[in-house]
């Protein structure tokens, strides 16, 4: 099965610009999560999405963090206006139903300068 | 508050066994994970103990003692590749698919 899929593997942009990234999960799978991981750190939930409905997005800094998964697919991740503490990879994972383990995507470097 | 403590880093060579600690403090426990990620890769899972005591999978194995909020991954027959960084993961008791992570182990596995 193919794995998941995420785009831009790479970004760099000056603070107070917007960035987005797309994901499109595993097929089937209707839990899709957000993480950020900070160089040297754990992954850390943003947003948690089961079909196309939030269920989790209580660390999203939302004043300036959005994010969609209109057709309960593939989602966006949007960053508006970035600082320079959002330099992170941001990391897409999706999973089954009732299923324990997580599949991630190979994440996207961004880099705010 | 919800945490989780992992040593930052751990050294061994190849052929042999290390263990890597979790210990944890969360409002709601579900289950422990484990994932694997190498430099510039994503975390890839392997394995889940949701029950005490002891999963094994190849050459990796894991523990868990929810009465001590303790687990560890068990690696054996170190190889180069086994090279990464590791983290554990708690399962969250009120929903259930998500996973909170610790702050991770680097291993250095040397010739």
């Known amino acids: 099965e193919a794995g998941v899929a995420q785009s831009p593997r790479y970004k760099i942009i000056e603070k107070r610009q917007s960035v987005a990234f797309w994901c499109n999960p595993i097929s089937g799978h209707a839990t899709l999560y957000w993480y950020q991981q900070i160089l040297g750190q754990g992954p850390k939930l943003l947003i948690q999405f089961q079909n196309n409905g939030v269920v989790d997005d209580s660390q999203l800094p939302k004043d300036r963090f959005s994010a969609e998964r209109l057709k309960g697919v593939d989602s966006t991740l949007k960053i508006q206006p970035a600082k320079l503490e959002d330099s992170a990879v941001y990391l897409c994972?999706?999973?089954?139903?009732?299923?324990?383990?997580?599949?991630f995507g190979s994440g996207t470097r961004l880099t705010v300068v | 508050g919800q945490s989780l403590e992992q040593p930052s880093e751990v050294t061994a060579v190849e052929g042999a066994i290390v263990q890597i600690n979790c210990t944890y403090q969360t409002s709601g426990f579900y289950g422990l994970s484990w994932y694997q990620q190498h430099d510039g890769g994503a975390p890839t899972f392997l394995s889940y103990n949701a029950l005490d005591g002891l999963e094994e999978t190849g050459r990796f194995s894991s523990f868990l003692s929810r009465s001590d909020s303790y687990g560890y991954l068990l690696l054996q027959e170190l190889q180069m590749k086994d090279s990464a960084s590791y983290f554990c993961?708690?399962?969250?008791?009120?929903?259930?698919?998500?996973?909170?992570f610790g702050t991770g182990t680097r291993l250095q596995v040397f010739p």
């Open positions: 993961a708690v399962r969250d008791h009120y929903n259930t698919d998500k996973l909170i």
């Open positions: 994972a999706s999973s089954s139903q009732g299923g324990y383990g997580y599949t």
